[in-house]
């Protein structure tokens, strides 16, 4: 069976940064690092992880303004078809 995925993201929310780490395929990372809370600072760590195929984003927010419409916890999507 083929992974669905190539590489698997996941981040822990911040206000003013927010924490990456992200693992291919093998379980090798290839980010974990701090990113600023900046929408242009995020697209291009999923852009840069877009280059190794599909990506699935997993985000963990307890809650707050940015997405008010989702319920607090953890949830996912796939980069890029779907742009919470």
């Not at 990456?20 to 992880?49: H, I, P, Q, S, Y």
Request: include cysteine.
């Amino acid at each position: 069976m083929q992974a669905e995925f190539d590489v698997y993201c996941g981040i822990d929310v911040g206000k003013s940064h927010h924490h990456l780490c992200a693992l291919d395929r093998a379980g090798v990372k290839v980010v974990n690092r701090g990113v600023a809370n900046d929408e242009a600072a995020l697209r291009t760590v999923f852009e840069a992880l877009a280059e190794r195929g599909r990506v699935l984003v997993v985000v963990d927010q307890v809650s707050g303004p940015r997405w008010p419409w989702r319920s607090p916890g953890t949830w996912a999507w796939r980069w890029p078809t779907c742009r919470g």
